[in-house]
């Protein structure tokens, strides 16, 4: 059939119509006019493969990376950086939209470099070649891959330097994943490996294989080996030998991150994404919630008096009291809704400044419900999915918010992922 790509949406593809009914194009731009076939028939709606560009769009743009299209890592190579941007900044203002919000703001707009920027990478380890891999698109088949342009160049070395030696090294026989993690000097890698069995031999194999991994890789300064439990980033820790933590230097602040620990990607974006949140904000206190490793908190406590900083992971509630220190500053290390339902219960005295930053579930009713009852001054929401966005600012402006400014901030290049930035004041 042909079609033409009305608009993007949010997943990647291209949103065309056939006689009334939605299909989803993968690889196609807005305006284009394609051939394609249907791939998969879900009754409501179908997604498409392209077979021949009939119209190509003036945005289109060559694939910076061989695997395009085959790994399911990037799904916006095919369009040029500028545009883009464009089709992040019209998603987030639809998902919005589609949410009731009004009095939309203008949406600005936060961007760096668009190849290059990852200062994190986690592969899996093929069991039976012990080659390094990302996944398939639309499949849990392994891809090896000797080349990722989006990566640090430090990482893309250090990718090559292991894919070289995997099977000598056999690391498939001990090992399922391997996380490569470099500071912003790149002068510094630190390793994360998941164990493929009960880890009983993890420590052995570290041990084995460290000085294989320093030869080959002269940045690494540390491994970890976490046990592989489904649903969970991490696992139980098994063995560790040299660092277990990187110093990065972000925004003015030199920030210690340990193996497991959350720390934004985007390594051009960082300073900047600091400066839009912390910007214009001064006080008695502020309240950081989803805290990971002070990102925020550390350069907050510039302008505040007292810093509360909240997060439940383990190792990155660890590192945040490496990082968070002197002042009266508070370290909860739990959830954001147990630490605001016993604020609530002492009747504690709303914070001039509530800056949340939660995973992609978003905040959820608990937590906007109570948010909305302590009633913060100023509420700056950092958000990594405009679905679950557009629903907490609903629930927000709905308590007496108003939204003040808006951001698109892409921290994910060449992928559908965006980042966003919301401010939100009391009436």
Not at 215 to 229: I, K, L, M
Request: with cysteine; proline share 4%.
């Amino acid at each position: 059939m042909k079609l033409r790509i009305e608009k993007p949406i949010y997943g990647g593809a291209g949103l065309a119509r056939e006689e009334g009914k939605a299909i989803f194009v993968p690889f196609a731009l807005p305006g284009e006019l394609v051939e394609a076939s249907i791939a998969n028939d879900h009754g409501s709606y179908a997604e498409a493969q392209i077979e021949n560009i009939l119209e190509a769009s003036r945005q289109r743009a060559q694939p910076q990376c061989p695997y395009f299209g085959v790994c399911g890592g990037c799904h916006y190579q095919h369009a040029n950086y500028l545009q883009q941007v464009e089709m992040k900044t019209q998603i987030l203002r639809e998902a919005l939209e589609r949410a009731r919000l009004i009095e939309i703001p203008e949406i600005g707009t936060l961007s760096g470099e668009p190849l290059g920027y990852r200062n994190r990478i986690r592969l899996h380890i093929d069991r039976a070649n012990g080659r390094l891999c990302y996944k398939m698109r639309g499949s849990h088949q392994n891809l090896a891959v000797d080349d990722c342009p989006i990566a640090a160049p430090v990482l893309e070395r250090a990718l090559r330097a292991i894919q070289s030696a995997t099977q000598l090294w056999q690391l498939g026989n001990h090992f399922t994943e391997v996380e490569l993690f470099t500071n912003a000097a790149q002068d510094s890698i630190l390793l994360t490996l998941w164990a493929a069995d009960d880890g009983q031999s993890a420590a052995r194999e570290l041990k084995r294989l460290w000085p294989e991994l320093r030869s080959a890789v002269p940045e690494a300064v540390g491994a970890t080996v976490f046990s592989s439990e489904r649903g969970k980033l991490t696992g139980r820790l098994l063995a560790q030998t040299g660092d277990t933590s990187l110093n990065y230097a972000a925004a003015g602040h030199s920030y210690s991150v340990g193996a497991g620990s959350f720390f934004q990607v985007n390594r051009f974006l960082i300073d900047l994404l600091v400066e839009h949140v912390i910007k214009g904000h001064a006080g008695g206190v502020a309240w950081d919630f989803y805290a990971g490793v002070g990102l925020f908190s550390v350069a907050l406590a510039r302008s505040f008096e007292q810093i509360v900083a909240v997060e439940s992971g383990a190792g990155s509630a660890r590192d945040l009291r490496r990082n968070l220190v002197g002042g009266p500053h508070r370290i909860v290390a739990g959830s954001t809704i147990e630490f605001l339902r016993r604020a609530r219960t002492r009747n504690e005295k709303a914070p001039d400044l509530a800056v949340v930053d939660p995973p992609r579930t978003g905040l959820g009713k608990g937590v906007t419900k109570l948010l909305a009852e302590i009633r913060p001054a100023h509420i700056t929401y950092v958000s990594c999915d405009p679905a679950t966005l557009s629903r907490d600012l609903k629930s927000l402006l709905d308590s007496g918010y108003h939204l003040s400014t808006l951001r698109m901030v892409d921290l994910f290049p060449q992928t559908f992922h965006l980042e966003s930035v919301a401010t939100l004041l009391l009436k």
